[in-house]
């Protein structure tokens, strides 16, 4: 098979790449990034004729129109696309800092220093500006990436790394850190994902389905994203004049995105005070509501929710609501219907957060915030590859520093064990 | 299939445990493995008469004498193992520290925040030690422990491991914070290792075999050790009285473990000083050498080196020898043949050491110091649930830290996204 040896090559490359990646300067990284900004800028004419061909043919295999949405380059979104570039090499570099360091009894000195993880493998779907997002973070991180993005984007794909590679080239490194599988054969995938020793992490974003078929296969560690279940509990002692807005942006804001509320919980004695206003804003803002027996005395008009839309995660206008007597039924429904993505309060009561704070197993915790800012960028790092509802190596919003490992460094003077 | 109904009660019970432990203060934790040690001491007779069980059994199935020394028991080892339980106890807590924290210009404070992983998977082989290690890490972590040993340890695991629940019980918690599994099917861990979603993470301790065998069923993340190939680069510049010592002691002091050289490399700068008199020593110390046509001038009784003997884990007192040109190929001899370890540089030159440091792509490089100080208790962490290759998650010589995860809190006033 041809894309065998294509393979075998470029992981080779790869992994000789990323030795070198390993020892670039900051400086250089950030000179590249500018200069792939630049060139993507430049290049603009050509990166929207080469997408019309994606266009042209996915028009022929029938992609949705919302797929062929996400598909389109348009000027202005090569233009968006160079700026996400040049504020990721304005980013603080990720490699190379001391984590800690300490001096054992015996005088040996130990230092923990972030170091690159070496060869990613990316697996996404159509859009092609998740390809110059995932070159930009990996090189910036002194990874090699391999990416292999869908196969309706391919022409449009190949352009984009190859301003990669020409910016890498002109700065005399192996153009081979930013890589991209062209091959469209599915094998193709399992045999990268069983290529362990050569590929140091794997990064699928997309659907469920992709995310658990590239679990599956791979012998690869792997850094994923399943479902993001989010609750909204408003407590006794909430301030309806904050669980309002809080509800409606959590559900309303966009709801078709993982950290969106799919579950409100509310509390019996709040319920009648706060139900009622809520009911009216969400259907207003056209959300669909399904309650249990409690929730509907309060929003006649909610239709009656069934088992399995607790724990459902709806990605649109459609919301669970149930009405709890505690706290703590709160927190149990959330363990057992929640999928440990983002989980929020509304409370004034310094008690009842403290509890639900240490209590609720989410990789982010709201008190008196929509779910919504559980997000890379509101949370301050610049950047995110994406959100891992793993609680290996990364957990929930992930910068940079998720793609970053550490080595200890030992420094004796003849120092021999005894 | 009963083993699979009792496995599901005990991964539901796990589950729900998780939970619990999580809120377990740190003064309880530390009082229930001071208990579990005294009653370890107290029952000291109990658990060489249940051991004497497991050697009556493997004398019959014809165990070597080996397996037979690692699986016995004695009062003198019960102590021991106690003594750890003490030591464990006595760290600090590694749960609920704030391991950073920062304000966003909109006002939404964030925390990030250390807890456990969960439900923990340890699979491993005969040695009843490692059953009580795991459990006292995983508990002082606030982990749940599923714990998998060798069937040839079965009767003693079985006596260990009631004296944790006994203790667990006593302090009105869950007994289900520490599980062996009892069964000896071997599909019933391969069902473990599909429960992706009750488990968290899976850590094998053992042989090559079991390991590959573990990450290639498992669908939930292993953090594994592979092998040890380490390396010694004794540079141009290096002092030979540091350096003898140091390649002495790399090799000779525990030969069979993960950390001890496997392969030694010379400049040849430094060769004619260096071999003739680490030959000598070597050789007194019982290590065959397998080197090449340069190592044979300076130490004409080694064996010639065959191809595979470069990048072989001997485990015993025999070691690869080679000359090297420079530096540089010694780092691309470490890159070639290395399995990212642990690898030493002896010099005296700081620039050599800073290049070597920076292009060793190793868990843990040495100036100057033996290759076997990489290890966690000789790295200060008071204990050691293993040494990770992989470089996500933990990398190294991995302790209680390696046993946790974080969450983010974030604490707003009514704050939604715009």
Known sequence: MSWKKELDRMLGNARAASFCAAQC?????????????????????????????????????????????????????????????RAVAGLQDPIGSVQSQWKRPNGLKIQKVTV?????????????????????????????????????????????????????????????????????????VDFLLSQEGRIDLVIPRGGEKLIRRVVAKSRIP???????????????????????????NAKLQRPGVCNAMETLLVHREIAGAFLPLAGVLLKKGGCEIRGDALTRRYIPWAKRAKADDYGCEFLEKILAVKVVKDLDEAIEHIETYGSRHTD??????????????????????????STRFSDGFEYGFGAEIGISTDKIHARGPMGLE?????????????????
Chains 1, 2 share one sequence.
């Open 25 to 85: 300067s900051p400086a250089l990284k950030k000179k590249i990034l500018l200069d792939v900004a630049a060139r993507m800028k430049k290049k603009t004419a050509r990166l929207v004729s080469e997408n019309k061909k994606d266009l042209a043919a996915a028009k022929t295999t029938g992609l949705s129109a919302a797929m062929i949405d996400r598909l389109t380059l348009t000027p202005e979104r090569v233009k968006k696309m160079a700026e996400g570039v």
């Open 116 to 188: 690159p993880l070496g060869v990613i493998l990316m697996i996404y779907e159509s859009r092609p500006n998740v390809t110059v997002e995932c070159a930009a973070l990996c090189l910036k991180s002194s990874n090699v990436a391999i990416l292999r993005g869908g196969r309706e984007a391919m022409a449009s794909n190949r352009a984009l790394v190859a301003i990669f590679k020409e910016s890498l080239k002109y700065h005399k490194l192996p153009s081979c850190f930013v890589n991209l599988v062209t091959t469209t054969d599915y094998k193709a």
């Open 402 to 418: 998720g793609l970053t490992s550490y080595k200890y460094i030992v420094e004796g003077n003849g120092h021999i064990r005894t």
């Open 344 to 369: 929020a309060i509304v409370t004034e009561d310094p008690q009842a957060a403290s509890a639900f704070k240490a209590k609720v197993d989410s990789s982010s915790v709201m008190i008196n915030a």
């Open 222 to 248: 792997v850094v994923k994203h399943y479902q993001g279940i989010c609750h909204v509990y408003v407590d006794r002692k909430a301030d309806i004049r904050k669980a309002v807005p809080i509800v409606l």
